[in-house]
């Protein structure tokens, strides 16, 4: 069982930067792929970002020059630096695993709220 523990979420104006991370325990596999995703309210859950443990990284168009995901494979723990803030970026964070060992198993964290004022 792999828990996720996220900080670093906050209320931020337009325009600001704020840096979320999310710390992988639990497991003796390193996960293959960690991500982002966020939900604002009366809105589907959507990805932001994703990176694998090679390094490589996927992410939404709505935030692709402004945020950027990186990884420390030996803390198990990735990170989101979320820069030129919009208020149309206010939302529940989540922090998402997946380890792959015979099976494919997601993992979630509990969220943590960005909050971008106008």
């Known amino acids: 069982q792999v828990q996720l523990v996220e900080s670093g979420g906050g209320w931020v104006q337009a325009g600001g930067s704020l840096r979320l991370s999310c710390a992988a325990s639990?497991?003796?596999?390193?996960?293959?792929?960690m991500g982002w995703y966020r939900q604002a309210p009366g809105k589907q859950r959507e990805l932001v970002a994703t990176i694998t443990i090679g390094g490589s990284s996927n992410y939404a168009d709505s935030v692709k020059g402004r945020f950027t995901i990186s990884r420390d494979n030996a803390a198990n723990t990735v990170y989101l630096q979320m820069n030129s803030l919009k208020p149309e970026d206010t939302a529940v964070y989540y922090c998402?695993?997946?380890?792959?060992?015979?099976?494919?198993?997601?993992?979630w964290g509990q969220g943590t709220q960005v909050t971008v004022s106008s």
């Open positions: 639990g497991s003796i596999f390193s996960p293959n792929a």
């Open positions: 998402q695993a997946t380890v792959l060992v015979v099976v494919r198993k997601d993992y």
